[in-house]
């Protein structure tokens, strides 16, 4: 089964959660470690539930944490070769992102926590935006909240 969560969305902070029995992927890092905490436990997960984040762009809602993500959980962080780019320079990422660093392919799938991973440029106005295509698909997921 594959479970599909948003443990936050809006302006404060985006980050999901996408699992099956196998493992599971954080999306987006816009909450700090103490909220995902809670939230996880109560849908009965821990920080163990995931083994890896994938991001979709450098917004700050959507990066906010990842700093403190990679220092104190040294968990793989995904993304395409701009957005590292990008995250390499930034004040909330530059200086712990290069240990977890981990490259998406473009055009390519990639796995990640057992799982396929596939992006596509969007246009939006960040240094570049991905749309995040999995197998299995959070569409195929079952809901919460």
């Known amino acids: 089964m594959v479970k599909f ?16 029995e196998s493992g599971g992927i954080i999306i987006d890092a816009g909450v700090s470690l103490r909220r995902l905490k809670k939230v996880l436990q109560e849908y009965d997960l821990t920080m163990d539930s995931f083994s890896a984040v994938l991001v979709t762009h450098d917004h700050l809602d959507h990066i906010r944490h990842l700093g403190s993500f990679c220092k104190r959980l040294s968990k ?28 998406l392919e473009e055009g390519e799938w990639n ?35």
């Open 5 to 20: 969560m948003s443990l936050s969305s809006g302006s404060c902070g985006n980050c999901y959660y996408l699992g099956t």
């Open 111 to 145: 796995e990640v926590a057992g799982m396929k991973v596939r992006y596509f440029v969007v246009p939006h106005d960040a240094t570049q935006t991905c749309l995040l295509y999995t197998s299995p698909s959070p569409r195929d997921a079952t809901l919460s909240r």
């Open 76 to 103: 793989p962080v995904y993304t395409a070769p701009a957005i590292h780019e990008a995250l390499a320079r930034h004040t909330f990422t530059a200086p712990t992102i290069a240990p977890c660093r981990r490259v």
